[in-house]
T-cell receptor, first 114, second 115 residues
Framework: AQSVTQLGSHVSVSEGALVLLRCNYS??????LFWYVQYPNQGLQLLLK??????LVKGINGFEAEFKKSETSFHLTKPSAHMSDAAEYFC????????????FGKGTMLLVSP | DGGITQSPKYLFRKEGQNVTLSCEQN?????MYWYRQDPGQGLRLIYY???????QKGDIAEGYSVSREKKESFPLTVTSAQKNPTAFYLC??????????????FGPGTRLLVL
């Protein structure tokens, strides 16, 4: 069975500071990994995903994530936070070994202060 | 504009009442999904459908039912058997593929409240 752990239900940064949101996964087969963002009272929007190939994945709004198999991690980063980045972020995993649904982490709320 | 619509935005349920949440997509996607979101719990899968007239239970299907009579529509009924229905409900769709790498596209959600 697959699972996702997001460390920290809330992360606070100052505008212009580095954003680091942590995600660790468990999967019995090579995983597919996703980061989604949710603004208040809205649906989720894909930021980026890793399927195969290059382990450093670039997404929208300046975010990127690196798949590290040895650490079973897929942390999300952005060099410089903007006020508009304040939202909830979800990491998700699916298995590559046949039909698989997404399993989501519990989410991390990113707070950005001026 | 292609996308997913959910209605209503807010829904109120009385004790013992069944209510139905609507989800429609015009993305020509084969697969559709229903999730429940509670604060601090992430998203949990209720039901999913890979093709018309077929659907499977997710992790928390008890107290819910679905139908998939048309490719573009996947309504969710919250029955009276669901004792704690207050939550934010999200519908999503994706190309079928079935190998787990497909991006899921989400609707704006329906917030269900109990009177």
């Amino acid at each position: 069975a697959q699972s996702v752990t997001q460390l920290g239900s809330h992360v606070s940064v100052s505008e212009g500071a580095l954003v680091l949101l942590r995600c660790n996964y468990s999967s019995s087969v090579p995983p597919y990994l996703f980061w989604y963002v949710q603004y208040p009272n809205q649906g989720l929007q894909l930021l980026l995903k890793y399927t195969t190939g290059a382990t450093l994945v670039k997404g929208i709004n300046g975010f990127e994530a690196e798949f590290k198999k040895s650490e079973t991690s897929f942390h999300l980063t952005k060099p410089s936070a903007h006020m508009s980045d304040a939202a909830e972020y979800f990491c998700a995993v699916s298995d590559s070994g046949g039909y698989s649904t997404l399993t989501f982490g519990k989410g991390t709320m990113l707070l950005v202060s001026p | 504009d292609g996308g997913i619509t959910q209605s209503p935005k807010y829904l109120f349920r009385k004790e013992g009442q069944n209510v139905t949440l609507s989800c429609e997509q015009n993305l020509n996607h084969d697969a559709m999904y229903w999730y429940r979101q509670d604060p601090g719990q992430g998203l949990r899968l209720i039901y999913y459908s890979q093709i018309v007239n077929d659907f499977q239970k997710g992790d928390i299907a008890e107290g819910y039912s679905v139908s998939r009579e048309k490719k573009e529509s996947f309504p969710l009924t919250v029955t009276s058997a669901q004792k704690n229905p207050t939550a934010f409900y999200l519908c999503a769709s994706s190309d079928a593929g079935g190998v787990g790498r497909e991006t899921q596209y989400f609707g704006p959600g329906t917030r269900l409240l109990v009177l």
